[in-house]
């Protein structure tokens, strides 16, 4: 007898076997367009991003900036977070800079973030609960604007937003970020996904602005 193993995802279920004939089509599909594809795919990556996104199931790098592999370098964790002792995000960090150069850094969050959402209950969420507690810090920062607003989603929303700028002012905190935007001018930028709408949306977060105010504290002469 034999069994199949499913997961299921918003009532719709995943048959393990399904994926590997998809994966058949997807190569006969792209043979069929360029028969080179996977020869020129094997070449050295040269991406000119680096995409630092959530985890969600419902959110693709990739697919929603419509690039394809080879295009964008990709790091996810759960809330998109860049958290200065997290060896797995630094290691990312540097190799695409200094390794890869990529021009872009970009930090995407997204509307109906749960990692956000969890971040602000009072509960105990286990091993979960020192990661989420950075989520509270940006909270801490910008309380006052964020309890002004009375609408719950609203407040969820825009706490998400300062959330991807908080985790992009992390991000210049970094020797490896402040080098090479000083040597070759590289950017980072705050982004949301509009779940509910597909929309992506720059934040237009002045990082020049930002950086005047905090790099008397941690600028690490690089």
Request: aromatic share 8%.
């Amino acid at each position: 007898m034999t069994h199949q193993h499913h997961f299921t995802a918003e009532g719709r279920g995943v048959d393990l076997e399904q994926i590997f004939k998809n994966n058949e089509a997807w190569i006969a599909k792209k043979l069929e367009v360029d028969p080179d594809y996977f020869q020129r795919l094997a070449q050295p990556q040269t991406p000119e991003i680096l995409y630092i996104g959530c985890s969600d199931s419902r959110v693709s790098a990739e697919e929603l900036m419509g690039l394809e592999p080879g295009q964008a370098f990709v790091h996810r964790n759960i809330a998109n977070m860049v958290v200065s002792i997290d060896v797995n995000l630094m290691s990312v960090l540097k190799f695409a800079i200094r390794h890869l150069h990529v021009k872009h850094v970009i930090v995407c969050g997204h509307y109906g973030c749960g990692g956000v959402r969890a971040a602000m209950r009072q509960e105990d969420l286990g091993i979960l609960n020192p990661w989420l507690r950075n989520i509270r810090d940006v909270y801490r920062l910008h309380k006052l604007e964020l309890n002004a607003i009375s609408d719950e989603t609203a407040r969820y929303n825009r706490l998400i937003e300062l959330n991807v700028q908080e985790q992009c002012i992390n991000l210049i905190k970094t020797a490896a970020v402040q080098q090479a935007y000083k040597q070759r001018l590289l950017k980072v930028h705050g982004w949301v996904f509009d779940i509910y709408t597909g929309k992506l949306i720059d934040l237009k977060i002045p990082f020049d602005d930002i950086l005047k105010q905090i790099m008397e504290i941690y600028d690490l002469g690089v």
